[in-house]
């Protein structure tokens, strides 16, 4: 069964780096999108994704983050300069057009770690 | 502006018991409502959807637009239901809204 794949599982960072996570969604999909778990809280939107733009994003998608499809099979967030409160778990998602409508496909999570 | 709630942070039950995961939504138009569960070592997953009116894993939930609520049910909870479960909240699929989760633990 086709999954969402997100690399790298785990990353330790210092401030102020640049960080970019990456994620190969279900490869018949056309809809992309980044969550993301600060420990113990919800999952929180960040920024959706369809027809190589932006569809939507929260608050919290600043101009430190951006999104990019590069090649047509990764799906890559980026986060310019890291700051202690970026530290979560980061979640792709995709979503198609066809079995059951509006479902979210999950990767398991990249999770950052800023020191 | 549109919050989900879920009241309890853990739910534990003993096996064969009923249970019911409350989930309550504030939201000016008509809402799709989804729960998601996540087993343990397990990604997120869609457990059901409110506009198919589907029952898995022998649970259901019902929209009710009065009280506001989307609370999910299970006659007889069993010990592989244990896990983190989530109601979510999408007006047009392009931003879903989750809640904090409950953990549910069903006992043997």
């Known amino acids: 069964e086709p999954e969402v794949t997100q690399t790298p599982s785990h990353q330790v960072t210092q401030m102020g780096q640049e960080v970019i996570l990456r994620c190969v969604p279900i490869s018949n999909h056309l809809y992309f999108y980044w969550y993301r778990q600060i420990l113990g809280q919800k999952v929180e939107f960040l920024v959706s994704f369809y027809n190589n733009e932006i569809s939507e994003k929260s608050e919290i998608f600043d101009d430190q983050f951006s999104v990019e499809r590069p090649d047509g099979s990764n799906f890559t967030l980026k986060i310019r300069s890291t700051k202690l409160e970026d530290s979560a778990m980061y979640f792709c998602?995709?979503?198609?057009?066809?079995?059951?409508?509006?479902?979210?496909?999950f990767g398991e999570g990249s999770r950052l770690t800023v020191l | 502006a549109q919050r989900v709630t879920q009241p309890e942070k853990l739910l534990s039950v003993f096996k064969g018991a009923p249970v019911e995961l409350k989930c309550n939504y504030s939201y000016s138009g008509s809402p799709e409502l989804f729960w998601y569960v996540q087993y343990s070592r397990q990604r997120l997953q869609l457990l059901l959807r409110h506009i198919s009116r589907e029952s898995i894993k022998g649970f259901t939930a019902d929209l009710n637009k009065g009280e506001t609520s989307f609370h999910l049910k299970k006659p007889f909870a069993q010990e592989e239901d244990s896990a983190m479960y989530y109601c979510?909240?999408?007006?047009?699929?392009?931003?879903?809204?989750f809640g904090s989760g409950t953990k549910l633990n069903v006992k043997p």
């Open positions: 979510a909240l999408s007006r047009n699929f392009n931003k879903f809204y």
């Open positions: 998602a995709s979503r198609g057009t066809s079995g059951r409508y509006g479902e979210l496909f």
